[in-house]
Nanobody, 126 residues
Framework: QVQLVESGGGLVQAGGSLRLSCTASGRTFSSYAMGWFRQAPGKEREFVAAISWSGGNTYYSDSVKGRFTISRDNAKNTVYLQMNSLKPEDTAVYYC???????????????????WGQGTQVTVSS
């Protein structure tokens, strides 16, 4: 069992930056690959980024590539999402999720993830 808690969301102007954190309970955090998703009002949950259990492999959606960076610190049971050059279209609730096996074919599918946090709101004003 893994419990995930996100933090770091807030209100920021376009062009600004935020860093989201997701801290996991349990001693098996390092066994899980981690993903970040987001969901805007009236839209489906959307893949943002993923990172392998070791941190050696990272993946991004085209919409955030070059602006967002996913990283993890297994000693702190925490995964991060550094968001730079934020745009109003980045406004959404951001969720972290954990999955035991990260597959290139399925990592963008939220249904493939085993555990989810409660989400943190990110609002980017124009």
């Amino acid at each position: 069992q893994v419990q995930l808690v996100e933090s770091g969301g807030g209100l920021v102007q376009a062009g600004g930056s935020l860093r989201l954190s997701c801290t996991a309970s349990g001693r098996t955090f390092s066994s899980y690959a981690m993903g970040w998703f987001r969901q805007a009002p009236g839209k489906e949950r959307e893949f943002v980024a993923a990172i392998s259990w070791s941190g050696g492999n990272t993946y991004y959606s085209d919409s955030v590539k070059g602006r967002f960076t996913i990283s993890r610190d297994n000693a702190k049971n925490t995964v991060y999402l550094q968001m730079n050059s934020l745009k109003p279209e980045d406004t959404a609730v951001y969720y972290c999720a954990a999955v035991l096996t990260l597959s290139l074919a399925t990592m963008t599918n939220p249904n493939r993830y085993d555990y989810w946090g409660q989400g943190t709101q990110v609002t980017v004003s124009s």
